[in-house]
């Protein structure tokens, strides 16, 4: 369930952290199919069965780091 985002001109600070530990960057589909509005609105809703995703990805990456180091 991953996908490649196009390059985006956004910014963000994490690129500054990640020059000084080893980083990752990724967005977490929150999506509610049609039900479309654009993020920082107040408009905004979660698909809360998204975020089930997000503390296993994190485990994962942590342990995937461990292993490097």
Request: hydrophobic share 40%.
């Amino acid at each position: 369930n991953v996908l490649s985002l196009d390059y985006r001109l956004t910014s963000e600070d994490f690129a500054y952290y990640s020059r000084f530990v080893p980083s990752v960057f990724y967005r977490l589909g929150t999506q509610i199919k049609g039900y479309d509005t654009g993020l920082h609105t107040s408009s905004f809703r979660v698909n809360e069965e998204a975020l089930h995703k997000s503390p296993a990805l994190m485990a994962y990456l942590a342990i995937k780091l461990l292993e490097v180091l």
